[in-house]
């Protein structure tokens, strides 16, 4: 079984940035892809992007590429979302999760096995 707990969310301006953290536990976080999702209001859940289990391959959504980065320390078993240029459009509560690395869509919700509660995260105009 593995955690997933976010964290760093926040209310800020438009412009700004905030790096998102995911905490795992269990001691094989090396071997799993994380993805980060995100769900604004009467919305469903959009894939923002993912880290293979060893960091060398990421994947973003196009409304991100160039404002957000992904990153991960498997020593601290943690996986970073770096924030810049936030936009109101950004405003949602952001997912963490958790699969094991293998063949599959990493853009797809359903093929993530473990999930955090999410963190807040509001852009102001």
């Known amino acids: 079984q593995v955690q997933v707990v976010e964290s760093g969310g926040g209310s800020v301006q438009a412009g700004d940035s905030l790096r998102l953290s995911c905490a795992t536990s269990?001691?094989?976080?090396?071997?799993?892809?994380v993805g980060w999702f995100r769900q604004a209001p009467g919305k469903g859940r959009q894939f923002v992007a993912t880290?293979?289990?060893?960091?060398?391959?990421?994947d973003y959504r196009d409304f991100v590429k160039g404002r957000f980065t992904i990153s991960r320390d498997n020593t601290k078993s943690t996986v970073y979302l770096q924030m810049n240029s936030l936009q109101p459009e950004d405003t949602a509560v952001y997912y963490c999760?958790?699969?094991?690395?293998?063949?599959?869509?990493?853009?797809?919700?359903?093929?993530?096995?473990?999930w955090g509660q999410g963190t807040q995260v509001t852009v102001s105009s």
């Open positions: 269990g001691r094989t976080f090396s071997s799993y892809r």
């Open positions: 999760a958790a699969a094991l690395e293998r063949d599959f869509s990493p853009r797809d919700a359903t093929n993530y096995d473990y």
């Open positions: 880290i293979s289990s060893s960091g060398a391959y990421t």
